[in-house]
């Protein structure tokens, strides 16, 4: 049973960064592609980023792309997602994700991913 706990939420003014920490227990973390997704009041889960597993290849949402970092570190088995700049836009749930075996082509679907965190609350004030 793999368990995902996401931290590092919180209420940010606009322009400003927050850094999301996603840690995998359960299982070996090196073997698990990671995704992050949020979903604002109102409207459907959307994809932000993932990173395959030993974090040879990203993918990012044209909506954070330059603003956003996915990254993560095998040893301490978390995902991080950098986020800078921040916009009002940006205000949502944010959950990791963890699947095994995607390809390229299904890393920004989450019927894709197997795992999910309960996720963590972002706010951005304009």
């Known amino acids: 049973q793999v368990q995902l706990l996401e931290s590092g939420g919180g209420l940010v003014q606009a322009g400003g960064s927050l850094r999301l920490s996603c840690a995998l227990s359960g299982r070996t973390f090196s073997q698990y592609t990671m995704g992050w997704f949020r979903q604002a009041p109102g409207k459907e889960l959307d994809f932000v980023a993932a990173?395959?597993?030993?974090?040879?290849?990203?993918l990012y949402a044209d909506s954070v792309k330059g603003r956003f970092t996915i990254s993560r570190d095998n040893a301490k088995s978390t995902v991080y997602l950098q986020m800078n700049s921040l916009m009002p836009e940006d205000t949502a749930v944010y959950y990791c994700?963890?699947?095994?075996?995607?390809?390229?082509?299904?890393?920004?679907?989450?019927?894709?991913?197997?795992?999910w965190g309960q996720g963590t609350r972002v706010a951005v004030s304009s």
């Open positions: 990173i395959k597993r030993y974090g040879g290849s990203t």
């Open positions: 994700a963890a699947g095994m075996g995607l390809i390229t082509s299904t890393l920004g679907d989450g019927a894709a991913y197997d795992w």
